[in-house]
């Protein structure tokens, strides 16, 4: 396995610098930007689709029997491995210039995530997870990745992308509720909120309604950083949901606990 992990690795590093050529050139530049949804404003920009199409064209061809799940273009197949992929995490900061947007890579095997890639270009940093290994990248120095040791909900830093996107409203009052008893709350961090928690500068990120492109490459960079990441039922994220990942099971737990509360007391 660590044989085949090495190939693996060194092949997603590829994808990895790929993605960000195409990223790089498009961003802060014009493109023509399309919205997905009829009743709300869910881009895809050029730039997302090149790189969608740009991965899947090297997966098939160095693996051919490989199932490729994309935001943009999946390609399924009856495969013990399945690649992940989100081409730009954070397509709104994209497209308004904000930097903290990324790719996200993961491969897995008999639904089992193995390795993941956060990849964020604009910062020149790459967040990698696999086996027990979990690392970042900035301007080509490798740093071991760890958590912070907080325990307290009122001593933790709370991130989400925005409650705004939330799957429905009563998660949003569910984030409030846990925004209130915590020391900070900051918002838009898309992807690199994760790679945040997992260097130490952040200690729980909650999310809902994401996808598994949204999630998959980011649980091993937690995971082996000493994280922990879930549903808020408590459940693997493999295929997305509302989402809670912490520093350890004990801040998780309460903060499971506060989001998962029913009729608080007023």
């Known amino acids: 396995m660590r044989n085949g992990i090495t190939k693996y690795l060194k092949f ?17 530049k014009k493109f023509s930007v399309i919205n997905k949804k009829k009743y709300d404003f869910d881009p895809v920009t050029t730039a997302d689709i090149k790189i969608q199409k740009k991965l899947n064209r090297m997966i098939l061809e160095s693996f051919s029997n490989h199932s490729i799940l994309g935001e943009e273009e999946s390609f399924k197949k009856k495969s013990p491995y399945e690649w992940c992929i989100d081409p730009i995490d954070g397509t709104k900061s994209f497209i308004q210039g904000v930097p903290l947007w990324g790719t996200l890579i993961s491969l897995s095997k008999n639904k089992k995530i193995i390795l993941g890639i956060a990849d964020i270009p604009a910062l020149d940093e790459r967040y990698v997870g696999y086996s027990n290994t979990s690392y970042k990248i900035v301007k080509g120095k490798k740093t071991r990745l760890q958590v912070r040791k907080i325990n307290s909900l009122e001593d933790s830093i709370l991130n989400t992308t925005s409650p705004y996107v939330f799957a429905n409203k009563s998660d949003q009052v569910s984030f409030e509720r846990l925004n209130k008893k915590t020391k900070s709350t900051r918002l838009g961090g898309d992807c690199y909120s994760y790679c945040l928690l997992s260097d130490g500068h952040v200690d729980i990120v909650v999310e809902s309604g994401l996808k598994a492109w949204d999630i998959r490459a980011l649980v091993p960079i937690i995971k082996n950083a000493g994280g922990i990441i879930k549903t808020w039922e408590n459940n693997e994220v493999y295929n997305g949901g509302r989402i809670i990942a912490c520093n350890n099971q004990i801040l998780f737990k309460k903060s499971r606990l506060v989001l998962n509360k029913k009729n608080p007391a007023k």
Do not use: H, P
């Not at 997603?12 to 802060?28: G, H, T, V, W």
């Open 12 to 28: 997603s590093n590829k994808l990895a610098d790929e993605a960000r050529k195409i990223s790089l050139f498009y961003f802060k």
